[in-house]
């Protein structure tokens, strides 16, 4: 399935009108099902749908490791991926249980206490340490990363590093499906994350870095600004949350003694 497609659009420029075609980046409907129970509607880019799916899964914690999952099919033409898991009693509840609504949530200290404290997660245990100069240097492979970002500026990068070299990068429409698809990459990979790093080339939202602290990762690094929310979280799960970061400058929001300067 293609990740670009073309339309016909009308360009109006200096009070000149032309018509113009467009490039615009492939948004693709993913439903889930777990054990014949549908559970989700996932908006995404068509490429790395299982790694999605399996993902997804991981972080909403229906699932742990990929000997999990019993059966597993793909089909991209309706847009489905069903998912049977070896335990049984693994049910939608679960994840329904788990959800939280993010609406009319003032900024007011005593309701950011009250709701991250409940959230089930435990705080990051790290000791990496990643020197502040890799910092835009892995921002800046994860930007000229992505040819369909280039092409139309409708996509999301989220690189995996080690304090080295990046790992691997997924793209997508939304920010939390890229990390999604990289948690499920390293799911099939058995890939260790607790010494790892996530580079995003979007804002920070709560969702992203909750994400990031049930996999355990120490350090998130995004080229936008973080929400209070999520510089919150990261303050009360000892993760390293560094955002701004554009050329030569970044804004480290919380925990920086991970950040070698």
């Known amino acids: 399935m293609d990740?670009?497609?073309?339309?016909?659009?009308?360009?109006?420029?200096?009070?000149?009108?032309?018509?113009?075609?467009?490039?615009?980046?492939c948004e693709y409907p993913l439903t889930i099902f777990l054990n014949k129970r549908k559970i989700a509607t996932l908006l995404c880019s068509p490429e790395n749908l299982k790694e999605l799916a399996l993902g997804f899964l991981r972080t909403q914690q229906l699932i742990e490791k990929v000997e999990d999952i019993k059966y597993f099919k793909l089909d991209e033409v309706e847009g489905v991926a069903e998912v049977e898991t070896v335990n049984r009693d693994i049910s939608a509840r679960k994840f329904y249980s788990k959800m939280v609504c993010l609406e009319n949530i003032e900024d007011c200290s005593d309701i950011y206490s009250s709701f991250?404290?409940?959230?089930?997660?435990?705080p990051v245990e790290s000791n990496i340490v990643l020197p502040f100069e890799k910092v835009y240097e892995f921002m800046e492979k994860n930007l000229n990363y992505s040819e369909v970002y280039r092409k139309t500026r409708g996509v999301h990068s989220v690189a995996l590093c080690d304090t080295e070299n990046i790992i691997a990068i997924?793209?997508?429409?939304?920010?939390?499906?890229?990390?999604?698809?990289?948690?499920?990459?390293?799911?099939?990979?058995?890939?260790?994350?607790?010494?790892?790093?996530?580079?995003?080339?979007?804002?920070?939202?709560?969702?992203?870095v909750l994400k990031a602290a049930k996999m355990?990762?120490?350090?998130?690094?995004?080229k936008s600004s973080p929400t209070s929310l999520s510089v919150e979280l990261a303050?009360?799960?000892?993760?390293?949350?560094?955002?701004?970061?554009?050329?030569?400058?970044?804004?480290?929001?919380?925990?920086?003694?991970?950040?070698k300067y």
């Open 170 to 208: 997924c793209e997508d429409v939304a920010r939390h499906n890229a990390l999604d698809k990289i948690i499920g990459q390293s799911i099939m990979k058995n890939t260790f994350l607790k010494d790892k790093i996530i580079i995003i080339s979007g804002r920070l939202s709560l969702e992203i």
């Open 3 to 25: 990740r670009i497609l073309g339309y016909e659009v009308i360009r109006i420029e200096e009070d000149i009108k032309s018509h113009f075609n467009e490039l615009l980046v």
């Open 235 to 259: 303050k009360k799960l000892n993760i390293t949350l560094v955002g701004f970061v554009r050329g030569k400058k970044m804004i480290i929001y919380a925990n920086g003694h991970r950040i």
């Open 116 to 122: 991250l404290d409940s959230l089930e997660c435990e």
């Open 216 to 222: 355990q990762i120490p350090i998130v690094i995004a």
